[in-house]
């Protein structure tokens, strides 16, 4: 049974910032000094330099929609592990076939001098540009976002933002000195650029159906990719290559995809679940290109006042699929996005959607005019924290089969990132001599 013996009070973002100091070290929800560095200026004759660390799909598309802005823009630089990614990312952003085609042409200059490729690559992109697009596997990005506040960039941040509590330290306290130097950050949680969700999540936040006490989140679908071993990769290459199954990499699909939903149930609570207990497993996925990671988990969270967020994800075929959120409250309920009904059914708020724009480019669009501009507008990073988090709180409940609470978990020592970065290194989880990966087993794995 889960201990309600805390105060019922509210945890906003803010809150847990000052409550988390002694963990994240300088994490202080404090005014921008007087002498913080300004956002550089850029005249309309100006180029904003934009550099792609991570050339993967996500990469790929982060970077047309950079390109797609109606500011001056030019892609100068990439960094990838691999240089056929990197190769491929850079024929697919100037296709002239491609749809976005028209929008990019002109804006891409990417000489073989400036297409950097292995583990390192990151570091040789910041001389070169402005902004940077990180789009690298999850569990890079602690590092890679580091690098680049400290480079003093403005940043683009794919979700999740970690794989684990280390990297989630670390990324709120890069956060912290990514406002100081008054850095732009948004992370890839497009939703919070969505007109429907802007409109609904306001209504929420302002009383619309009461008190909410539950929320429901769903990311239930088929399934992504699988990569299979090559004859000649090392293991590390091997799971470079096929990341989505390996936590260290990825996080668990309830991080990766599933971080969406939980965090618009975060953004409508205005905080954070405090404690998480669930249940999951593989049953469909059980091959040895799955790796380690789960198919499916269900967690129950709970907030600080008592209410409930109730989370599903699953990535099994030939499955009802649902991507969606829901809230419940004392008087009346929101059944889906952009819809909210009173108790007796009658219709409170429907957004029509006609004019609505792709948030996936409405996030480029407001980044890079606010860089553009010289405003200081966009300090994502906590939220995209705060949500990874949440995830991760969810997975180490599953995984475990443990009721896990959030200041214990957000302070758990170790990191499941390796030691050394390196093709012939080995990573952190090795298959045994049948080729098989360690899988988390409830009861027994307490650490994930």
Same mark, same amino acid.
Request: proline share 5%.
């Given at each position: 049974?889960?201990?309600?013996?805390?105060?019922?009070?509210?945890?906003?973002?803010?809150?847990?910032?000052?409550?988390?100091?002694?963990? /994240?070290?300088?994490? /202080?929800?404090?005014?921008?000094?007087?002498?913080?560095?300004?956002?550089?200026?850029?005249?309309?004759?100006?180029?904003?330099?934009?550099?792609?660390?991570?050339?993967?799909?996500?990469?790929?598309?982060?970077?047309?929609?950079?390109?797609?802005?109606?500011?001056?823009?030019?892609?100068?630089?990439?960094? @990838?592990?691999?240089?056929?990614?990197?190769?491929?990312?850079?024929?697919?952003?100037?296709?002239?076939?491609?749809?976005?085609?028209?929008?990019?042409?002109?804006?891409?200059?990417?000489?073989?001098?400036?297409?950097?490729?292995?583990?390192?690559?990151?570091?040789?992109?910041?001389?070169?540009?402005?902004?940077?697009?990180?789009?690298?596997?999850?569990?890079?990005?602690?590092?890679?976002?580091?690098?680049?506040?400290?480079?003093?960039?403005?940043?683009?941040?794919?979700?999740?933002?970690?794989?684990?509590?280390?990297?989630?330290?670390?990324?709120?306290?890069?956060?912290?000195?990514?406002?100081?130097?008054?850095?732009?950050?948004?992370?890839?949680?497009?939703?919070?650029?969505?007109?429907?969700?802007?409109?609904?999540?306001?209504?929420?936040?302002?009383?619309?159906?009461?008190?909410?006490?539950?929320?429901?989140?769903?990311?239930?679908?088929?399934?992504?990719?699988?990569?299979?071993?090559?004859?000649?990769?090392?293991?590390?290459?091997?799971?470079?290559?096929?990341?989505?199954?390996?936590?260290?990499?990825?996080?668990?699909?309830?991080?990766?995809?599933?971080?969406?939903?939980? @965090?618009?149930?975060?953004?409508?609570?205005?905080?954070?679940?405090?404690?998480?207990?669930?249940?999951?497993?593989?049953?469909?996925?059980?091959?040895?290109?799955?790796?380690?990671?789960?198919?499916?988990?269900?967690?129950?969270?709970?907030?600080?006042?008592?209410?409930?967020?109730?989370?599903?994800?699953?990535?099994?075929?030939?499955?009802?699929?649902?991507?969606?959120?829901?809230?419940?409250?004392?008087?009346?309920?929101?059944?889906?996005?952009?819809?909210?009904?009173?108790?007796?059914?009658?219709?409170?708020?429907?957004?029509?959607?006609?004019?609505?724009?792709?948030?996936?480019?409405?996030?480029? @669009?407001?980044?890079?005019?606010?860089?553009?501009?010289?405003?200081?507008?966009?300090?994502?990073?906590?939220?995209?924290?705060?949500?990874?988090?949440?995830?991760?709180?969810?997975?180490?409940?599953?995984?475990?089969?443990?009721?896990?609470?959030? @200041?214990?978990?957000?302070?758990?020592?170790?990191?499941?990132?390796?030691?050394?970065?390196?093709?012939?290194?080995?990573?952190?989880?090795?298959?045994?001599?049948?080729?098989?990966?360690?899988?988390? /087993?409830?009861?027994?794995?307490?650490?994930?």
């Amino acid at each position: 049974m889960i201990n309600k013996k805390k105060p019922i009070i509210g945890v906003s973002r803010r809150d847990f910032v000052k409550t988390s100091a002694a963990v /994240v070290g300088t994490l /202080v929800a404090a005014p921008f000094p007087s002498n913080a560095s300004p956002s550089a200026y850029f005249s309309s004759e100006d180029v904003i330099r934009v550099g792609l660390i991570g050339c993967g799909g996500r990469g790929t598309g982060a970077a047309v929609q950079a390109l797609s802005t109606k500011e001056n823009i030019k892609l100068v630089a990439m960094a @990838d592990a691999f240089s056929d990614r990197l190769e491929s990312s850079l024929e697919n952003i100037t296709s002239e076939d491609a749809d976005h085609a028209e929008k990019v042409a002109g804006r891409v200059d990417v000489p073989e001098e400036h297409r950097f490729v292995g583990f390192d690559a990151y570091k040789k992109i910041f001389p070169l540009v402005d902004v940077v697009l990180i789009a690298t596997p999850p569990g890079f990005r602690p590092i890679h976002f580091e690098a680049a506040v400290e480079a003093g960039k403005h940043i683009f941040m794919e979700k999740p933002v970690a794989t684990d509590a280390a990297g989630i330290r670390k990324v709120f306290e890069t956060a912290e000195i990514a406002k100081r130097k008054n850095l732009n950050v948004v992370v890839g949680l497009q939703r919070h650029y969505e007109a429907q969700y802007l409109k609904w999540v306001e209504h929420l936040q302002n009383g619309m159906i009461g008190d909410i006490s539950l929320s429901r989140v769903y990311w239930n679908s088929a399934g992504v990719w699988v990569r299979e071993r090559k004859p000649g990769q090392t293991e590390m290459e091997y799971q470079m290559r096929n990341w989505y199954y390996f936590n260290w990499l990825c996080g668990d699909h309830i991080v990766e995809q599933h971080i969406h939903n939980l @965090d618009v149930g975060n953004w409508v609570k205005q905080g954070h679940p405090v404690r998480a207990q669930g249940q999951g497993g593989r049953l469909v996925r059980t091959g040895k290109d799955h790796g380690q990671i789960f198919d499916h988990h269900f967690v129950e969270y709970e907030y600080a006042d008592g209410s409930r967020m109730l989370s599903q994800c699953r990535h099994m075929p030939d499955c009802q699929n649902r991507v969606t959120e829901a809230f419940h409250g004392s008087n009346g309920t929101a059944p889906k996005p952009g819809l909210i009904l009173s108790s007796s059914g009658h219709v409170l708020f429907e957004h029509d959607g006609q004019n609505d724009l792709n948030p996936y480019q409405v996030e480029h @669009d407001e980044l890079f005019g606010a860089i553009a501009a010289g405003d200081y507008k966009f300090a994502d990073a906590e939220r995209g924290a705060t949500a990874t988090f949440t995830a991760i709180l969810g997975r180490m409940a599953t995984y475990s089969g443990q009721i896990q609470e959030w @200041d214990t978990a957000i302070q758990t020592e170790g990191s499941i990132m390796p030691e050394t970065y390196a093709f012939d290194a080995d990573p952190p989880v090795m298959p045994d001599a049948e080729g098989n990966y360690p899988i988390p /087993v409830p009861g027994k794995t307490m650490y994930a």
